[in-house]
T-cell receptor
């Protein structure tokens, strides 16, 4: 296993379109996190799964955002009706307990 | 309002110089981590400090956790161009919240 992977690495979409990102965590890690990072800022927490259960969601996660982890392995983050303010790097991290291992991120640009 | 304030925001130094980056909060953290992030990549964990007053050394990097577990510092000795990157502190709050709180980062550039 080579670490956390995310797909795609880059996504350019037009305002109003839906996008979906995928994260494949390190296989033995049961916790998975999604963060959003804008330019010049640190990552901001979006949501967290323990196995397939979504245990916590940030208020940043509006109703246009939904995340799933159907079998407790990979996770998807969907953004519906994208807005220009959604442009950011979306990071996924998996953890065995406290130390988080990040993927390379998906950079979303909404035009 | 950032729960974790990092200073300075930007730092440009010459190779061989020493530097210190600070991470401060009014909140108590059960543990604190430092990450380095390069452009277009995710953060990479450098160290975790858990005990108030703890000092950890990683080659030329020295990390310290404040006695009250509200602040931390990262000291780099004899900086090298390969140290260039965004340094992020992140903490697990004592409230039991199950997500990391990140600072806004210190962008370091080491000129050869």
């Amino acid at each position: 296993d080579t670490g956390v992977s995310q797909d795609p690495r880059h996504k350019i979409t037009k305002r109003g379109q839906n996008v979906t990102f995928r994260c494949d965590p390190i296989s033995e890690h049961n916790r998975l996190y999604w963060y959003r990072q804008t330019l010049g800022q640190g990552p901001e927490f979006l949501t967290y799964f323990q196995n397939e259960a979504q245990l916590e969601k940030s208020r940043l996660l509006s109703d246009r955002f939904s995340a799933e982890r159907p079998k407790g392995s990979f996770s998807t983050l969907e953004i519906q009706r994208t807005e220009q303010g959604d442009s950011a790097m979306y990071l996924c991290a998996s953890t065995p307990q406290y130390e988080q291992y990040f993927g390379p991120g998906t950079r979303l640009t909404v035009t | 309002t950032q729960l974790l304030e990092q200073s300075p925001q930007f730092l440009s130094i010459q190779e061989g110089e020493n530097l210190t980056v600070y991470c401060n909060s009014s909140s108590v953290f059960s543990s604190l981590q430092w990450y380095r992030q390069e452009p277009g990549e995710g953060p990479v964990l450098l160290v975790t400090v858990v005990t108030g007053g703890e000092v950890k050394k990683l080659k030329r990097l020295t990390f310290q956790f404040g006695d009250a577990r509200k602040d931390s510092s990262l000291h780099i000795t004899a900086a090298q161009p390969g140290d260039t990157g965004l340094y992020l502190c992140a903490g697990w709050m004592d409230t039991g919240r199950r997500a990391l709180t990140f600072g806004s980062g210190t962008r370091l550039q080491v000129q050869p």
